[in-house]
């Protein structure tokens, strides 16, 4: 019977009645190799024009490479015109006469450039060859002097070509990290020892050229500060990094200080938080040198009661005294205070001070209950200290909040609300009173990007309005205060990105699809475009062979909701064959991993594809807030399982819909969120999902983030009959499945993150064991949420396990990875790895 069944097998393929593209086939190891990170940043250059307005007139700069090295320009839109700021080769030719170094015009470094004098000049230094002794007046005595490359700095005139060497150059110090720098550059505040500092200008001066400068004073602001509740982040906190050793290493340092100034430079205030009661948790640096260390911070978990409190302090620098505001309204509030934007113009300062959002006599901040239902906007009197409130929120979901838009210096204000389930901008007086709606209609507002005062004209970004487009895709519009006059500023069915002048008389348009290279425009404020500025270059990249993915849209599981992904095929596609399918996710519900703009991010799409996959991104209903706010909270109180029909009804639409797709090999990967999302497909739909490479995933959202997992899954407050408060949480979790795995699973995480502790992904791997379960765990060592210099180990560790599972490709693989191997030079001696730190 056996070798009757062969014989017939044998026949049907032979006749065409099974077709060979339904078997096995080789995975394409070459093909993905030459898509790495490393290589892409050799094939793409720029993609955008990140313009750099000047300050005395509507012109900017940018700078722009292409496969024939690096340009910069200078555009003038009131002239509608766009110039190089210099010859390339002549400029060149000015430095290697100075320099002694050959430069050309492909091979021209240029660094720190900005616009000085009457912005007919310009100002950059070009690091040499030549090795000069650093001078280090902290050294010790006898210690050998350390080299460094000599820097050139010059001057030039854009007008007459003329190049200036500035051999006395001082170049000015960067402002320290510690440095809160007052507006009018007198006041310096830090921290250290959990308490407030300041000095004075000339002290700081000092500090610049010798932070160990024995001469420095500073003065004590406040005394009262202790570990886990001081005046700035001391290094317990998730994502700081610091070590235990570090921590008593650090504790008499300067420290940064969150301090937001009023205009004047008279008052400054921040936020101050009490994480004594907050539970801690712990990584261990195994491979730290020479001990392993201990990383000891405070982590606050999803339905603890011991919770962080805010507190907002005020401080009078003439009195050189602080006070505490009266904030205190919602039990475990959070508290924002909201920073002015700034101006674009400055951009290229060496100093930025932080303001508040508000005058030199009021600042603005929310404060948001814990089950953040509840939203209250307020004002603050600085004169009296006094705490108005100018708008209360109130939802039965999470509540989204955005900074406010001042007008004419707080006597109006711009509100962003979805409180009619759509994202749309209020204008209220000073009071909190409601004017009237600016925008509406079934469309989201995402940003204000400008306010024109006078004219009364708000300038903001949103999606989803127009008709026949992608509604993710983001537009700049225009519309005036009483919502009369909107106009789309940038048309054209593609994701844009906007920078407008301080002015608001001009904007930047960058724009591209997954399917489109990046071009870059010049428009006026009334939507008239000016200059097509850029086109990218993707030359090289396309004679790699390399082709655009392609977006579709299918229904959601409701039949109902349309879903937009996009599709990526292996660049020697043919469609004859069979493809397995992976998805690659993330369940939101704060984004989608749908790529919407071309990017260079192509590891866990184009270059998986290669490998001889179909990989497929597609949102889900709940994973975006870009949509209606019932799009956004459709996973509130199901944020284990909210996601996975939709991802499985789109590959079975897909798969109707094109023979290349094989539904019976469905693979799924996800990292952070979606490493929790791909095991939670495995376990709920185990028939359906056969392989999944899950990287760093929050499996156990009791032990994740609170604010994730509080927010998008729900809390429930309760007050008891005698008026104590309480917080309810309860979610399901991936190890709860761990007896419904039936294909193949690669847990991966890095032993030191911090943000998705690796406790999460060890209690899936405990529960599998416990159930006898096989499957696949690897430990990344050192290493934080984003694997740091271990990704492309990563990778190829994920491109075996698909490629094995999914593909059916058994190849014995060699020890090494030659893929890495070959692409590392020999001879060299191996550069340092960096600090988890550094790589995070």
Not at 453 to 460: A, C
Not at 535 to 563: C, E, N, R
Request: proline letters at 4%.
């Amino acid at each position: 019977m056996r070798n009757t069944l062969l014989v017939v097998m044998f026949c049907m393929v032979a006749s065409g009645s099974i077709a060979q593209n339904t078997l096995s086939h080789k995975s394409n190891y070459q093909l993905a190799s030459r898509f790495s990170p490393q290589k892409i940043g050799k094939l793409v250059f720029s993609t955008s024009v990140d313009p750099h307005w000047l300050k005395k007139s509507d012109r900017f700069w940018y700078m722009y490479e292409t496969t024939e090295g690096k340009k910069w320009y200078i555009v003038d839109p009131v002239k509608g015109e766009k110039k190089q700021l210099f010859d390339n080769a002549d400029l060149a030719a000015k430095i290697s006469r100075i320099v002694k170094d050959p430069f050309d015009a492909q091979h021209l470094g240029l660094d720190s450039m900005r616009f000085i004098k009457d912005e007919n000049w310009i100002q950059f230094e070009v690091k040499s060859t030549q090795e000069i002794e650093k001078k280090d007046t902290t050294a010790k005595k006898g210690t050998p002097p350390v080299k460094e490359k000599k820097v050139f700095y010059f001057e030039y005139n854009l007008l007459t070509a003329e190049l200036t060497e500035l051999p006395d150059f001082k170049k000015p110090k960067r402002k320290p990290s510690w440095a809160s720098v007052a507006p009018d550059g007198n006041t310096v505040v830090f921290g250290r020892n959990y308490n407030l500092y300041w000095m004075d200008k000339a002290n700081y001066e000092k500090a610049l050229q010798n932070e160990n400068d024995s001469t420095i004073v500073d003065h004590a602001l406040t005394t009262d500060g202790i570990e886990n509740y001081g005046y700035f982040s001391d290094g317990n906190l998730s994502g700081n990094g610091d070590s235990n050793i570090d921590k008593e290493k650090n504790k008499n340092k300067r420290r940064p200080v969150t301090a937001y100034w009023s205009p004047d430079s008279k008052y400054f205030t921040l936020s101050r938080t009490d994480n004594r009661k907050v539970k801690d948790l712990w990584v261990i640096n195994s491979v730290a040198d020479p001990r392993p260390t201990l990383e000891t911070y405070k982590y606050w978990m999803p339905g603890e009661k011991e919770a962080p409190v805010d507190h907002v302090y005020l401080f009078d620098m003439t009195l050189k005294s602080g006070k505490e505001m009266q904030v205190s309204q919602f039990r475990d509030q959070d508290i924002s205070i909201w920073a002015d934007p700034g101006k674009v113009n400055t951009r290229d300062d060496d100093f930025k001070p932080l303001k508040w959002l508000g005058t030199n006599t009021a600042f603005y901040f929310t404060r948001t209950s814990r089950d953040l239902k509840r939203v209250d906007v307020c004002k603050v009197d600085v004169t009296t200290g006094a705490v108005k409130v100018l708008i209360e929120e109130r939802l039965n979901t999470y509540i989204e909040v955005k900074r406010l838009g001042l007008v004419n210096e707080g006597k109006e204000f711009i509100q962003w609300s979805e409180r009619d389930g759509w994202a749309h901008f209020y204008l209220y007086d000073e009071n909190g009173r409601l004017k009237n709606q600016i925008t509406s209609g079934a469309f989201h507002c995402e940003d204000i990007v400008g306010i024109d005062e006078t004219k009364r004209v708000l300038y903001f970004t949103a999606n989803g309005r127009e008709q026949g487009e992608d509604p993710y895709y983001v537009h700049l519009y225009r519309i005036n205060f009483d919502g009369t006059g909107i106009k789309l500023l940038n048309p054209g069915d593609f994701e844009h990105a906007s920078g407008m002048n301080d002015g608001k008389t001009f904007f930047v348009d960058n724009y591209s699809r997954v399917n489109a290279g990046p071009r870059s425009a010049l428009y006026a404020s009334d939507g008239r475009k000016l200059l097509d500025l850029e086109t990218a270059d993707l030359s090289s990249l396309m004679a790699t062979g390399y082709k655009f993915p392609q977006p579709f849209k299918v229904k959601a599981d409701d039949g109902i909701t349309d879903l937009y992904g996009v599709m990526y095929r292996p660049f020697d596609f043919d469609s004859t064959k069979k493809y397995p399918v992976i998805e690659y996710v993330y369940p939101g519900p704060q984004t989608e991993a749908v790529n919407k703009a071309f990017g260079r991010g192509m590891d866990r799409t184009d270059r998986l594809a290669q490998l001889g996959f179909v990989v497929v991104t597609i949102g889900n209903r709940g994973g975006h807030p870009a949509r209606s706010k019932w799009y956004h909270n459709f996973g509130y109180g199901n944020l284990r399982d909210y996601g996975l029909a939709d991802k499985k009804a789109a590959v079975e639409q897909l798969a109707d819909r094109y023979p290349f797709i094989d539904i019976n090999r469905v693979g799924i990967h996800g990292h952070s969120g979606g490493g929790f999302m791909s095991t939670a497909a495995m376990l709920v739909y185990p028939d359906f999902f056969k392989v999944a490479v899950s990287s760093s995933g929050n499996h156990d959202n009791a032990i994740y983030n609170r604010w994730w997992s509080e927010k998008h899954h729900g809390v429930k407050e309760v007050i008891s009959d005698k008026a104590d408060t309480s917080f309810v949480y309860n979610i399901e979790k991936n190890q709860d499945l761990a007896r419904n795995l039936k294909g193949h699973l690669m847990l991966t995480t890095g032993d030191i993150d911090n943000n998705v502790h690796p406790a999460g992904t060890i209690r899936v791997a405990n529960a599998l064991i416990r159930a006898n379960k096989r499957f696949d765990l690897v430990i990344l060592p050192g290493q934080r949420h984003a694997y740091g210099d271990m990704t492309e180990y990563f990778f190829w560790r994920m491109a075996d396990y698909f490629t094995e599972h999914l593909l059916g490709d058994k190849t014995a693989r060699p020890v090494d990875i030659v893929e890495m191997t070959r692409e590392q030079e020999q001879g060299k001696t191996p550069q340092r790895r960096g600090t988890p730190e550094e790589e995070q």
